[in-house]
């Protein structure tokens, strides 16, 4: 981001409340890149013994698999979103369970996580548009090849029960 959203002014950084943001140079505007963190969801669906993994198709981590899950949209509420990208990825319509933990990766990463559990309710386990792949994986069957450090950790502690699911 260069310039201001609203009066296109160039955009500078400022010290404001104590750190470094992008702010309005406009004489008259007070517009400020506050650079909130966007939500996303993952969701944990124990199946078959194992749990639902996603093949990436697009960027990053092309090839690598993870959690289903994705942006929230405009005036979706979480739950309707995590079950809207488990289907968009899987073809499971899925019931959300509950709310299992929120994490911010950290390291410039800009997302806030929300990972929830579901239950499959209906609906074949088909790739979607923006997957390669679908798979339940047992713990002996996992692929190698996990992205998204929280993804892996969720995964890890699943299958060690280390959360009350
Ligand atoms: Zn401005």
Same mark, same amino acid.
């Given at each position: ?16 409340g104590?750190?470094?943001?992008l ?7 007070e ?6 963190p ?9 199946m078959?013994?194992?749990? =639902? ?7 990053p ?31 499971l ?6 709310l ?8 410039g990463?800009? =997302? ?23 798979g339940a994986?047992?713990?002996?069957e ?12 969720? =995964? ?10």
């Open positions: 981001m260069n310039s201001c959203p609203f009066c296109a002014s160039t955009l500078q950084v400022a010290d404001i104590g750190k470094d943001r702010a309005c140079t406009g004489s008259t505007c517009f400020v890149h506050w650079d909130n966007k939500p996303v969801t993952a969701t944990l669906i124990p078959d013994g194992g749990i =639902v993994l996603v093949k990436r198709k697009f960027p981590f092309i090839g690598d698999w993870c959690l289903p899950g994705g942006f929230m949209e405009n005036s979706e509420e979480p739950e309707e979103s995590a079950a809207r990208e488990v289907f968009e990825e899987t073809g319509e899925v019931q959300i369970d509950k299992l933990s929120a994490h911010s990766p950290g390291r990463i800009n =997302v806030l996580i929300l990972f929830y559990l579901a239950k499959p309710a209906n609906g074949l386990m088909v790739p979607g548009d923006d997957a390669e792949d679908v994986f047992k713990y002996s996992l692929p190698r090849n996990i992205c998204f450090d929280l993804h892996r950790k969720m =995964v890890a502690q699943f299958f060690k029960q280390e959360v009350l699911f």
